[in-house]
């Protein structure tokens, strides 16, 4: 079955350690998302790619970076320079058409230790 | 500027209909998306709406009003598993990327 497959589910971070989440889709999608979630917020956006080898920073770059060397994987990287790191991290997916719906990973929970 | 609206926390009883209203302003539009999700889970589509009017879809049903900047979703027969997080989000602006409302958590009581 198609989806998109992030890991690990539950990660600890220790203070001035940076941090990778995966994220890996079967979709052949172009589009990809970071989005993180706060308990009471919305999803916000950190950072997103269209297409292979590109990749543009949304609302809340600051403090993560992300790689996209293949179509299938995109990972992010929770660097310490970010100093809230705590929150529910949902990477999603989306086909290049116009009116495509995003589908969803299962999440990451990152935690300071 | 972008922002959307939706209440934070609605109650309803088994069986019956609530409605959860979401209301928007953003800068181009190119679609309007409602999804579900319960805790520590992902968010999974429900509805699209991108012209006015209802889209009807078993026991969900979403409306919207672009000139109004308005939408909402209408959940008829309420089942315990319907206790969940509603989200709203509107597809538009730079990027065409999709911005999300604050999401309404609504509790179904038995």
């Known amino acids: 079955d198609g989806g998109i497959t992030q890991s690990p589910k539950y990660l600890f971070r220790k203070e001035g350690q940076n941090v990778t989440l995966s994220c890996e889709q079967n979709?052949?999608?172009?589009?990809m998302y970071w989005y993180r979630q706060d308990p009471g917020q919305g999803l916000r956006l950190i950072y997103y790619?269209?297409?292979?080898?590109?990749?543009q920073k949304g609302d809340i770059a600051e403090g993560y970076s992300v790689s996209r060397e293949k179509k299938e994987s995109f990972p992010l990287t929770v660097t310490s320079a970010q100093k809230n790191p705590t929150a529910f991290y949902l990477c999603?997916?989306?086909?290049?058409?116009?009116?495509?719906?995003?589908?969803f990973g299962s999440g990451t929970q990152l935690s300071v230790l | 500027g972008q922002n959307i609206d939706q209440p934070t926390e609605m109650t309803a009883t088994e069986g019956a209909i609530v409605q959860i209203n979401c209301t928007y302003q953003t800068s181009g539009f190119n679609g309007l998306f409602w999804y579900q999700q319960h805790a520590g889970e992902a968010p999974t589509f429900l509805s699209y709406?991108?012209?006015?009017g209802l889209e009807e879809k078993g026991r969900f049903s979403s409306f919207l009003s672009r000139s109004k900047g308005y939408s909402y979703l209408l959940l008829k027969e309420l089942q315990m598993k319907d206790s969940a997080s509603y989200l709203c989000a509107v597809r538009g602006g730079y990027g065409q990327n999709f911005v999300f409302g604050p999401g309404t958590r609504l509790s179904v009581l038995p």
């Open positions: 999603a997916s989306r086909t290049g058409t116009q009116y495509e719906k995003l589908f």
């Open positions: 709406n991108v012209l006015d």
């Open positions: 979709l052949n999608h172009d589009a």
């Open positions: 790619s269209q297409i292979v080898n590109d990749f």
